[in-house]
């Protein structure tokens, strides 16, 4: 049993920067595959990026050249690092967590989700 805890979302401009963690708990979280997603209002929930057990990273190619996901296996934390923010990037977080046969932006491929977390960018 995996629980996740997202934090650091809120308001910020346009251009802005927000770094948003996903806390795990448990003493195999390291092993596990974790993504983050954002849903919109009125829209499907969409892959952003996401990290294996062995630090290799997957970006979602819409946030590729602004957004970078990292973890640290002794905090039990991923990170998701927001930089240059625009209003399309509104949206509720979340991050989630898999093993086994994982593809990355297949929502199906995760057992655990977080509670999300709220990303407000003004104009």
């Known amino acids: 049993q995996v629980q996740l805890v997202e934090s650091g979302g809120g308001l910020v401009q346009a251009g802005g920067s927000l770094r948003l963690s996903c806390a795990g708990s448990g003493s195999t979280f390291s092993a596990y595959f974790v993504a983050w997603f954002r849903q919109a209002p009125g829209k499907e929930r969409e892959f952003v990026g996401g990290v294996s057990w062995s630090d290799k990273t997957y970006d979602a190619d819409s946030v590729k050249s602004r957004f970078a996901i990292s973890r640290d296996n002794a905090k039990n934390t991923v990170y998701l690092q927001m930089n240059n923010l625009e209003p399309d990037d509104t949206a509720v977080y979340y991050c989630?967590?898999?093993?086994?046969?994982?593809?990355?932006?297949?929502?199906?491929?995760?057992?655990?989700w977080g509670q999300g977390t709220q990303v407000t960018v003004s104009t």
């Open positions: 989630a967590a898999g093993r086994g046969r994982i593809r990355p932006a297949e929502v199906g491929s995760y057992t655990y």
